[in-house]
């Protein structure tokens, strides 16, 4: 069941997502143009990934392990606490349940190694062909084309994970990232703070909070 937070985040999120898509759209791009001064802030530049060693992932009812850890999330006493905890949400966002998809998950994986981006995200679209509930290929392949600077098609590759897991704070900092890069800091501030309200601990996004809290927030929006 998705929580009340949560249909309320997907909301929100799903609005900055459908602003800008359909900007592309009116003037006939499939991507946004290049984003004008200021740039991203150096502490932004990188997008948030799963650490490469994650523990096993819970058996059991998913979307009850899921609200569980979601809940521990937001009372971790500690970084320590919560980087276990975080790492446990991972473990479930990857669990695809297709040897197919982990097979071609390895494949990007390594794609993406090897720094051939293309064939990483050709070998994403085949997962997703394959298995398009699964929300990690969609925030794979969203990350890719953020790397990319191909704005448009990660902003629908988000909006795909969100719709699937409101609480993806790695989609949110990716779509507060994009925001930043459109020079919206004020939606980006609010998609940053709905991303700490899921995940308090997150890391590098009270930095930027703070950052962007000083500019928004001492001016007239």
């Not at 392990?65 to 320590?80: I, M, Q, R, T, W």
């Amino acid at each position: 069941m998705t929580s009340r937070f949560g249909i309320q985040g997907l909301n929100l999120c799903a609005g900055f997502v459908g602003s800008f898509l359909a900007v592309s759209l009116a003037v006939g791009q499939t991507t946004p143009p290049e984003p004008p001064l200021p740039q991203t802030p150096p502490s932004a530049v990188e997008p948030m990934q799963p650490p490469d060693n994650l523990p096993k992932p819970q058996r059991g009812d998913r979307t009850r392990n899921l609200d569980f850890l979601f809940e521990a999330l937001k009372v971790a006493p500690d970084d320590v606490s919560a980087k276990a905890v975080e790492d446990r949400i991972w473990a479930l966002w990857l669990a695809s349940g297709s040897d197919t998809a982990n097979l071609l998950m390895s494949r990007a994986k390594s794609a993406i190694e090897a720094q051939d981006i293309d064939l990483a995200i050709k070998l994403l679209d085949s997962i997703i062909e394959v298995k398009p509930d699964y929300v990690e290929a969609w925030n794979r392949r969203a990350t890719l084309y953020y790397m990319k600077k191909d704005f448009g098609r990660a902003l629908v590759d988000i909006q795909q994970v969100l719709a699937r897991e409101p609480r993806h704070f790695g989609a949110m900092s990716g779509l507060g990232m994009i925001l930043q890069e459109f020079g919206d800091e004020k939606h980006a501030l609010e998609i940053f703070r709905r991303a700490l309200a899921v995940h308090p601990r997150l890391q590098r996004i009270p930095d930027l909070v703070k950052s962007l809290s000083e500019k928004v927030e001492g001016r007239d929006i």
